[in-house]
């Protein structure tokens, strides 16, 4: 059975930085895509930035530059840096996982991350 447990989320001034982490157990790590979406209240939930095991990433535009995503396969934990944070990068963020050989994949239960002007 999957497991994805974020954790590192909270509030932080504007300009600021968190680090958001995303352990996974169940998985067979090296052959699944990993990677973080949010949803903001009122809004539906969108991509923030996905990685393959070989490293190759996909990034939202509006965190390009600002954001960073790494796994390290050894742990099986994904993680997401986040830097110049703005207020509208409040929302609850979620770990994502899947594997190369499904279409669905299964979600964490989400961390709120909270950016204060």
């Known amino acids: 059975q999957v497991q994805l447990v974020e954790s590192g989320g909270g509030l932080v001034q504007s300009g600021g930085s968190l680090r958001l982490s995303c352990a996974a157990s169940g998985v067979n790590f090296s052959i699944y895509v990993m990677g973080w979406y949010r949803q903001a209240p009122g809004l539906q939930r969108e991509l923030v930035v996905t990685?393959?095991?070989?490293?190759?990433?996909n990034y939202a535009d509006s965190v390009k530059g600002r954001f960073t995503i790494s796994r390290d396969n050894a742990k099986n934990t994904v993680y997401l840096q986040m830097n110049s944070l703005k207020p509208e990068d409040t929302a609850v963020y979620y770990c994502?996982?899947?594997?190369?050989?499904?279409?669905?994949?299964?979600w964490g239960q989400g961390t709120q991350v909270t950016v204060s002007s």
């Open positions: 990685i393959t095991s070989g490293g190759s990433t």
């Open positions: 994502y996982a899947r594997s190369i050989w499904t279409s669905t994949g299964n």
